[in-house]
């Protein structure tokens, strides 16, 4: 069982599978940091439509309830963190802060043309984090 489990979740995939198995890493005393990355791009588009990053905040806040509700469903405890940034560098640096023992990733089936030239998040954080990494297909 782990204390301190790092969750990376994206608002637009269900996260169903990754948070049964974060279920089954957890104990009693365990803590679960759900964190979301807004990425650079989307903070620029949301700030050209006229859309205040702190309302940007709010939405992808309400975009992880689904998560929250599962978390409290499994009873388990759980923090919240959005922040702005490259998705895959914002997750190595958490992960490698030293305050969790391991870090949950859904997988995504990117695009093709994407994934070739700008890898999936995931791979990426599974080379460069110093902690282990669980991801969920």
Known sequence: MF????????????NEKAL?????????????T???TISEQDAQASIKSGVHLDKLVEKRSEGLESTRNALEEYGIK???IIVRGNPKEQ?????NSGK????VLSNRRAEEKKK??????SHKVAKRASIPVLIVK
């Open 78 to 80: 759980y923090d919240e």
């Open 20 to 32: 049964k198995e974060v279920s089954k890493l957890a104990g009693k005393d365990t803590v679960v």
């Open 34 to 36: 759900i964190m979301n």
């Open 100 to 103: 969790y023992e391991i870090i």
């Open 3 to 14: 204390k301190n489990i790092l969750l990376g979740v994206d608002t637009t995939l269900k």
């Open 91 to 95: 997750l190595v640096k958490e992960a």
């Open 116 to 121: 070739f030239v700008l890898g999936s998040v």
